[in-house]
């Protein structure tokens, strides 16, 4: 075998283990891509998840207020009738 086709079938092996790698990143690329659009859409259903919770919860608040206000004025009027009823 001569030094110039020598040359050639290992210059034509390292191009082909280069395309070999190549196309092995190529398509972790795409599997990783992949991975990423599934987790950025459970993503997005955790932060819908997340503001309406967030709005049950500001409801649930105000109605704990609401029912506050309404203890606390009950407990005004008890205490009226009680002062009333020991005099």
Do not use: W
């Not at 079938?9 to 191009?15: K, S």
């Amino acid at each position: 075998m001569t030094p110039g086709k020598r040359r050639f079938i290992i210059t034509g092996i390292v191009l082909t283990i280069s395309v070999l790698v190549c196309l092995f990143f190529l398509m972790f690329a795409f599997v990783q891509k992949s991975e990423a659009d599934k987790q950025l859409k459970r993503a997005e259903q955790q932060r819908i998840y997340a503001e309406n919770c967030a709005h049950e919860m500001d409801q649930f608040r105000i109605e704990m207020e609401k029912a506050k206000e309404e203890l606390a004025h009950a407990l005004k009027l008890l205490e009226a009738k009680q002062k009333q009823e020991a005099k």
